[in-house]
Each structure stands twice: as C-alpha cells, then as structure tokens.
C-alpha cells in the first residue's frame, strides 16, 4: 500500500510541474548603488536604493524625493496622503523629482516592478 501511496504522490508531483504549476521566479533585487547609473534608483532624504533585473519586490519606501529610471522602465506603485493606491510609470533615462513636480507626493511605495 506504501509503494501506491508514493507512486501515486510522484504522479502527481510530475503532473503538476508538466503543467506549468509551480511559482514564477522573479528576478528583481536590491542592489548597491555605487557609481552605476543602470540601476532604478529610489532616492530617500536619507537613503539610496537601488534595484535590478526584472520583476515585482515589496519594498516599503517612504518619502522619496527622486526615482531614476536607469535602463529600465518600470512602475512605481505607491500609497498617497489620503491612503489611496495609485501608481506611476518611469521610463528608461526618465529622472523624476519632487521638487520640480514630476514626481507626486508620495508618502509611502509598496512595490517596484520592473518590466
């Protein structure tokens, strides 16, 4: 009864990976910044952060005053003053401030996904 028990528990391991049914990977990181200017990076008044390679990271930023594109393109997503989730979109070579006012208010970014 053993032997069914792991042929059949096999079965259905092999079966669900020929379906396509594990978890997706995802690439994105968090990087040191250094001297590179590829990276997206999330300025803070206090901090730097940077993040590479493809893909969604919960992060929990706040305040930001500058987000750098970098060679990537990727979307922001972020809660306002009110609580509400909105996000916005930075495009490669794309540098928005806040203090110029192409960057919003934003109290707090949940997530960075880069595409």
Same mark, same amino acid.
Request: no cysteine.
């Given at each position: 009864m053993k032997t069914v028990k792991k042929i059949a528990v096999a079965m259905a391991t092999a079966g669900a +990976?020929?379906?396509?049914?594990s978890t997706p990977a995802h690439a994105i990181n968090e990087v040191d910044c250094g001297d590179r200017t590829?990276?997206? +990076?999330?300025r803070l008044p206090s901090s730097d952060h940077c993040f590479a390679n493809a893909g969604p990271i919960g992060v929990d930023l706040r305040d930001p005053v500058l987000i750098w594109g970098g060679n990537n393109d990727a979307i922001i997503n972020y809660v306002d003053r009110v609580g509400r989730g909105d996000s916005i979109r930075v495009n490669r070579g794309q540098l928005l401030r806040r203090v110029d006012g192409s960057l919003p208010d934003i109290p707090r970014i949940y997530e960075i996904r880069i595409l």
């Open positions: +990976l020929a379906l396509g049914l590829d990276f997206l +990076l999330v």
